[in-house]
């Protein structure tokens, strides 16, 4: 039972990749299109990953927010 794993934002590569790559999943084989809308390629889904990082999927896969002791570090980027 997986909770729903926080969306990150990944940045795309910043290149204009004109031609579909496509690559297998490494866990099923299935044909994954390697483009920005493959979030979890090389896998082609996050299911596969999970199971393919499996030594550490089950516990490790809840990473625990790691609290920054830097208190005055400038944010640029800081919500109030
Ligand atoms: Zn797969």
Redesign the pocket.
Known sequence: MDADVQADDETDDGRTVTATRAVK?P????T?AWSPASRWRP???E??KTLDLGAWASEAYRIPVVERDDGDDTELDKPE
């Not at 866990?27 to 299935?30: L, N």
């Open positions: 999943c866990q099923c084989g299935a994954v896998f082609c889904s299911r596969c």
